[in-house]
């Protein structure tokens, strides 16, 4: 009884033995299964790589006795491009109605900062224009070799509205005298702008004083 339950009790081992082979086996097996895949795998793009790069033409080489020529390819005649600045035109000021017109004198206004709105009018002769402090500080004043020969100028006194009747025709450029080097002044036109030419000659003095907005003055006049 005693050799029968030694021989049961090798038994478990035996097929523990059996089992570890088996899967030692297997595992080997699969190993070098992969192994050779891969090397297959490996080789198969090396010759898809060089099928890519197999050449698709022939090379003429061109001897001694050879000369190679080339020829120009002619192209159509096209017309040549210039980059133009086109600069977009000043809009034009229209004549105002009526025979009172209203100035105001501003800190910030549409044309920037120091300035007279309108900073440009077009009225006709004998007409009004009323000047408006809006805000301080602030008068006009006449240039006296920038109105019509023989017409009479005016002198605003500061922080005070006033009015100015003009009879002359011609052109009138004046400056807010606390703000000259800011480049505060304006431009009234009575009528037919008779004297334009030497307005545009005389203000390149007057645009010596400006400190800042150098380019206001011609800016104003270009739309007369």
């Keep these: 009884m005693s050799d029968n ?3 049961s009790d090798y038994r478990p081992w035996i097929w523990i033995i059996v089992t570890s082979l088996f899967i030692t086996f297997m595992t080997v097996f699969v190993l070098q299964l992969t192994k050779d895949m891969v090397k297959k795998r490996a080789v198969r793009k090396i010759v898809t ?4 790069l197999e050449p698709f033409g022939r090379i003429n080489l061109v001897t001694s006795e050879e000369t190679l020529s080339v020829k120009n390819i002619e192209q159509p005649d096209l017309p040549e491009q210039k980059e133009d600045k086109v600069l977009a035109p000043a809009m034009k000021v229209e004549l105002s109605a009526g025979p009172e ?3 105001r004198m501003l800190n910030v206004g549409p044309t ?3 300035v007279f709105d309108p900073a440009v009018i077009k009225v006709s002769p004998g007409d009004t224009l009323n000047f408006e402090v809006t805000d301080m500080a602030h008068n006009s004043t006449s240039i006296a070799n ?3 020969s023989g017409s009479e100028g005016w002198v605003g006194q500061m922080n005070q509205n006033f009015s100015v009747t003009l009879d002359a025709e011609g052109i009138y450029v004046y400056q807010c005298d606390p703000h000259l080097m800011m ?3 304006g431009i009234i036109q009575v009528g037919d702008a008779v004297n334009l030419e030497e307005i545009k000659k005389n203000s390149e003095n007057l645009k010596k004083n400006f400190a800042m907005n150098s380019d206001r003055l011609d800016s104003y ?3 007369l």
């Excluded at 790589?49 to 890519?52: A, D, L, S, T």
């Design 49 to 52: 790589v060089e099928e890519r």
């Design 221 to 223: 006049l270009s739309q």
């Design 101 to 103: 017109h209203t100035i």
């Design 112 to 114: 920037g900062t120091m």
């Design 183 to 185: 480049a505060m002044v």
């Design 5 to 7: 339950n030694n021989k």
């Design 146 to 148: 920038m109105i019509p």
